[in-house]
């Protein structure tokens, strides 16, 4: 028996859109500043946003150019600049990077003759070209490097640089909704080999088991976290790790980064505006440890990375596990709050038709969700297409980080996608919910 080879237009189609989508958003947020917010370093923390312009460009040519199309370099010279692995981002302010207008050049030509190359490249047989892989991985990482912008500018100082067209839509039902839900024990199927996109962290499908827990049906709340503050949630070792109690103290913390209290209100700076703490959003800009010491003071716990797959994405009646929570259709403007649309969280409640099987909501988009679990490989994990986007970060040093958020793009955010990073963590556009055991039935 024979089998038709999918057809590639669609793939080329959804490859060229993932790289338009991408470009818009990057040209949209080096656009918006003058050249010397572009060179500036707004944090240690972070890469001057000509840095992350110029990288963006280099990683497709050194990617679809070279390693696809076979062309000779374009710049060979700047590879080593722009090695994410070579330079720590407090030291790439004082490297040969190129000035914006010649950054900009760059990556146009750059781009063009990847589009040009899409058009010829037969998107079936290597590994590397097989349903177009080359192509969403690098639109992949230039939506990942968006989100880094984005995180950016939210560190910079100074007048607001970027605005929303609309605010994200309410939530009607969120007070009718149970605190939360029963997720039944047994084996599931954890992770993906059918995904076409899918990163080498997300492989192989596997089976998985867990006991049954209880789940948060919604993201903790900054008013739900705001009690915890009020409680002395800050002040209390009890609900803290060594670790995390050791940054509240050297660090003085008392609040999710952005964050200050004027008299009796809260308020935060949310990319250069000022405004009260809206306590019906997901809290954000909340560290591992921070998430930790709230789920312990409110007598529950982070759920495990495998937890937190099973509630998105396993369905009981058939017993499968789906692409999303919602079924296996790619995500809409009702399912999730993706893609930097409405530039914030929002309220917890919100995007009804997102819900999984068992009624959990907004686990795609609004705030990445911290887990318990430490970031390790999947049984017959292999590194593809180089070690350094996942295998070298694997241990117990960092944590893994599930859902999205509302500064991630679609072609970036699945249900098996992991992210991970520090446990101390505070300017990522971080949230979490909580869990606690169940007796087996």
């Not at 150019?65 to 070579?86: M, T």
């Not at 639109?139 to 984005?150: N, S």
């Not at 921070?290 to 994405?313: I, N, Q």
């Not at 009981?316 to 790619?330: E, K, L, T």
């Amino acid at each position: 028996m024979t089998t038709t080879a999918p057809d590639p237009e669609p793939l080329r189609r959804r490859a060229v859109a993932a790289l338009v989508t991408a470009r818009e958003r990057t040209r949209s947020l080096t656009g918006c500043v003058d050249e010397h917010e572009l060179l500036a370093q707004h944090s240690p923390l972070m890469s001057p946003l000509v840095w992350d312009l110029a990288h963006i460009g280099n990683q497709e040519e050194q990617w679809l150019l070279r390693a696809v199309g076979g062309r000779a370099a374009l710049r060979p010279e700047i590879d080593s600049v722009y090695d994410a692995f070579e330079h720590p981002r407090d030291r790439r302010p004082s490297l040969p990077l190129l000035p914006p207008a010649e950054a900009r050049c760059y990556v146009a030509d750059v781009r063009g003759r990847v589009l040009d190359l899409l058009e010829t490249t037969p998107l079936r047989g290597a590994p590397l070209v097989e349903a177009g892989f080359a192509f969403g991985m690098i639109a992949q990482h230039e939506q990942q490097h968006d989100e880094t912008m984005l995180i950016t500018h939210q560190l910079r100082r100074g007048p607001a640089a970027l605005t929303a067209p609309e605010p994200p839509p309410a939530a009607p039902d969120a007070g009718l909704l149970p605190e939360e839900v029963l997720v039944e024990g047994g084996p599931f199927t954890m992770g993906t080999s059918t995904e076409p996109w899918a990163l080498d962290n997300e492989r192989p499908a596997h089976l998985r088991s867990v006991p049954p827990f209880f789940l948060d049906t919604l993201p903790v709340s900054n008013g739900a976290y705001l009690r915890f503050i009020e409680d002395g949630g800050y002040t209390d070792p009890r609900w803290w790790l060594p670790e995390g109690w050791e940054q509240v103290r050297t660090h003085g913390l008392g609040a999710p980064l952005f964050w200050r209290r004027e008299g009796t209100v809260w308020v935060r700076r949310r990319f250069g505006v000022e405004e009260p703490v809206p306590p019906d959003e997901p809290v954000m800009h909340v560290s591992w440890y921070e998430a930790a010491a709230y789920a312990a003071w409110a007598g529950r716990r982070l759920p495990t990375e495998a937890e937190w797959e099973k509630a998105a994405r396993h369905d009981p009646v058939p017993g499968r596990s789906r692409r999303y929570p919602w079924g296996d259709a790619d995500p809409t403007p009702e399912h999730a709050n993706l893609g930097q649309r409405h530039l914030r969280p929002a309220p917890v409640g919100a995007y009804a038709a997102g819900d999984s099987p068992l009624g959990v909501r907004q686990l795609i988009g609004d705030v990445w969700e911290w887990t318990a679990s430490d970031f390790l490989p999947y049984p017959g994990f292999r590194a593809f297409p180089y070690r350094e986007y996942s295998e070298v970060f694997f241990g117990s040093a960092h944590k893994v980080l599930r859902g999205g958020s509302f500064a991630v793009d679609p072609v970036a955010c699945r249900g098996t996608f992991r992210n991970w990073d520090l446990p101390v963590r505070r300017q990522i556009f971080a949230g979490f919910r909580t869990a606690r055991d169940a007796e087996p039935s």
